[in-house]
């Protein structure tokens, strides 16, 4: 066999090694990516905190839009009803930061409790016409991840029925992590308190 040939054989021979080193590499780093984006099923929402870019809020008519600023903290976008479209603004104040971090961060470690059948043509739980609707989305997404139609109280008063949208069956969730976030709503959706002419003219 003449040099050459064999030089070339050679060649080929460590790119095809190369090849399969890097198939088995990028194979490994997919598997490792596919594991880190894989929550339990236990929890409510399919994205852990630091995935989320954005949530929803569909209350009394009224769309709230909870999202992240560039440097990654939260903000209200406020009111998406028409009459508060012009008017809406990005709060970028640090207390109402921390109150929308607190409760969305509470709000994502929200656990299933149980899974409720749902009766064909029936609304037992008020999970058709929901009370609230919340959309999660994950960081830089235009569509929502996961749409949850709130429902009724459990009569004991402790759960809440939510139905996941498309999905067979409802579940049932703690209460307080509905009342935390209205709370959050009810804390950071106020308008701002307009000054009296009295108190501006005593102001001068």
Known sequence: ??????????????????????????????????????????????????????????????????????????????????????????????????TIAQAITMFSRTQKEQPIPLKPGQDEYGVSRPDILVMVYALKATDPITRLAVGTVSPDGYSRYVLPVGANEAVTIAEYQLTNLVAMINAVAKPPTTPTPAATNRGR
């Not at 990028?26 to 409510?44: D, G």
């Not at 009224?62 to 560039?70: A, G, P, S």
């Open 1 to 98: 066999m003449k040099p050459r040939r064999k030089q070339l054989l050679l060649v080929w021979g460590l790119v095809a090694v190369l090849a399969v080193v890097i198939s088995i590499e990028e194979t490994r780093r997919a598997q490792q990516v596919e594991v880190s984006t894989t929550r339990s099923e236990k929890f409510l929402l399919p994205l852990p905190l630091e995935q989320i870019g954005a949530i929803e809020i569909l209350r009394k008519g009224q769309l709230h839009r909870f999202e992240r600023d560039e440097t990654g903290a939260w903000l209200y976008h406020g009111q998406q009803d028409e009459a508060n479209a012009a008017a809406h603004t990005h709060r970028a104040d640090p207390l109402v930061a921390s």
